[in-house]
């Protein structure tokens, strides 16, 4: 999608601000340390067979006494049972289900991040300055149930798609980009970790990367590549993919930015007035000695 060198410069200049505030990332080799291994290969369309790069766990160690102790991620990890893996499925929401929402948006709204995305989306005309507008705001993005299979009841929200993953008629895996989604997974047993994804050795990432391309099975279903943020908090993706979510009203937006050191395709699907889907993909990181 062509867009202006301006606007462009001006999302840059803000997702990096969010960077920098996000005072709740946690650190790679200290909170947490992952473990690349291999490059995975290629998996063809439809196929539910990958071969395994990577021996061991993604995640080696993740401090979860931080994890629980930062209000936001147990908010959101509060989040990740709340619904129903398989699309054409009605979810059921409880009215529990619906507090731990508000309580998850109630905890990102206090964080620099989100005030300052909402900062930018006042002064870019895209939310309404009163916080408890933009908290409705965010609910319909993220919260607001709808139909992704035609047949069936509200069975998806940008929430489910985007952080907990779901499946498309058992066959296919949608979604699942969050670092501490797949953590928890993996350590349940259920996602398996094949390798990351490089198109050459000069994007081969690093432990220390903030951004990675995966492959990985979960719960036997094969996710050929999935690009995911590892560290960031629950209130950076947020912020930013909602950001994003609002500077278009085109189907998809797909934007390349500098953030920090990586060099990213930030990609996002609208569904109606929610997000169908967002992803990171890492196109390059400078850290590496060229």
């Not at 080696?60 to 629980?68: F, I, P």
């Not at 893996?85 to 289900?97: A, F, L």
């Not at 002064?123 to 409705?136: C, D, W």
């Not at 779901?166 to 094949?194: A, R």
Request: overall charge negative; some cysteine.
């Amino acid at each position: 999608m062509a867009r202006s060198q301006g606007a462009n410069q001006e999302l840059a200049e803000v997702l990096n601000e969010l960077w920098c505030l996000d005072s709740n990332r946690l650190k790679p080799g200290l909170d947490y340390i992952i473990s690349l291994q291999g490059r995975a290969g290629y998996v063809a369309q439809g196929s539910n067979y990958a071969r395994d790069r990577a021996r061991a766990p993604l995640f080696t160690y993740v401090n979860q006494d931080k994890l629980k102790s930062i209000e936001t991620y147990s908010h959101f990890i509060n989040l990740l049972d709340n619904y129903e893996m398989s699309t054409g499925v009605s979810e059921t929401v409880t009215p529990e289900e619906l507090q731990e929402n508000q309580k998850f948006l109630d905890a990102i709204l206090e964080t620099e991040v989100m005030k300052c995305a909402h900062r930018y989306l006042i002064k870019k005309r895209q939310s309404p300055p009163a916080v408890t507008q933009f908290k409705k705001q965010l609910y319909d993005i993220w919260f607001r149930l709808y139909h992704r299979e035609r047949s069936g009841g509200e069975d998806s929200c940008g929430f489910e798609h985007v952080f907990v993953g779901e499946t498309k008629f058992g066959q296919e895996i949608m979604g699942l980009h969050n670092w501490v989604q797949f953590y928890l997974q993996e350590k349940h047993g259920h996602i398996d970790y094949k390798g990351y994804k490089a198109r050459d050795n000069k994007d081969t990432p690093d432990q220390d990367d903030h951004v990675l391309n995966l492959q990985f099975s979960w719960k036997g279903l094969v996710k050929p590549v999935g690009g995911s943020f590892i560290g960031v908090s629950p209130e950076f993706e947020v912020a930013l993919f909602t950001i994003i979510f609002l500077s278009s009203t085109d189907k998809m937006t797909s934007v390349v930015v500098n953030v920090d050191e990586y060099t990213l395709e930030l990609v996002v699907y609208r569904h109606g007035r929610s997000i169908g889907t967002s992803f990171p993909k890492l196109l390059s990181s400078n850290n590496q000695d060229l």
